[in-house]
């Protein structure tokens, strides 16, 4: 079997792993095919993957380029310009800062996000999010505040086209009955 290692970092890109193929399922948009990562794929960077797997206990931080996978525990700090993906038994605590988060696991922590947040059917997340997108699956749990980068809007409603015309002024006119007594 084929093991293939990314540039120097010492991650086991190949494994017989049976969440090999979940992995591959979450990541996909990184170019893993067959529960083998791709030589030639649309993922931006130097190919960098950087692994904390199930078992492993990390307090500190993680800068890197690349895209960061979480099937551990991380008490501490993430930032990439990558992507960040939690596996289902994945747990983040503290402060997580990507160009895209992807979750099954869970996450207790401030969340910002250049391109987008995505809570799998698994995941839950309890904390801060900035993002411009956020993708929730059926199942998925939050608690805590989000930030879309929404502005405030003003009182005033936005002025129709010219070709619209204004709908009030075709509405039909109330029509007030008056009864006649009647004379006995």
């Known amino acids: 079997m084929e093991k293939e290692y990314g540039n120097g970092s010492g991650i086991l890109l190949d494994s017989p792993?049976?969440?090999k193929e979940e992995w591959c399922k979450l990541?996909?948009?990184i170019g893993c095919e067959g529960g083998r990562r791709m030589r030639n794929n649309s993922f931006t960077g130097d190919d960098n993957i950087t692994l904390l797997a199930k078992g492993v206990v990390l307090k500190g931080e993680i800068h890197v380029e690349g895209t960061v996978r979480i099937d551990?525990?991380?008490d501490g700090e993430i930032q990439t310009k990558g992507q960040v993906i939690i596996g289902e038994d994945g747990l983040v605590q503290g402060t997580i800062?990507?160009?895209t988060v992807i979750s099954s696991g869970r996450i207790k922590a401030k969340v910002t996000a250049n391109e987008r947040v995505q809570l799998m059917?698994?995941?839950t997340l309890i904390g801060e999010i900035l993002t411009p997108i956020l993708i929730?699956?059926?199942g998925a749990k939050l608690q805590g505040a989000t930030d879309m980068g929404v502005a405030a809007w003003s009182d005033e409603l936005p002025k129709l086209p010219?070709?619209?015309s204004d709908l009030s002024a075709?509405?039909?006119k109330q029509i007030v009955a008056v009864e006649k007594e009647s004379r006995d």
């Open 121 to 123: 059917k698994t995941a």
């Open 27 to 29: 990541a996909s948009t």
């Open 136 to 138: 929730m699956e059926e």
């Open 97 to 99: 800062t990507a160009g």
């Open 72 to 74: 551990g525990r991380l």
């Open 17 to 19: 792993s049976p969440r």
């Open 170 to 172: 075709h509405r039909a």
């Open 162 to 164: 010219g070709s619209v």
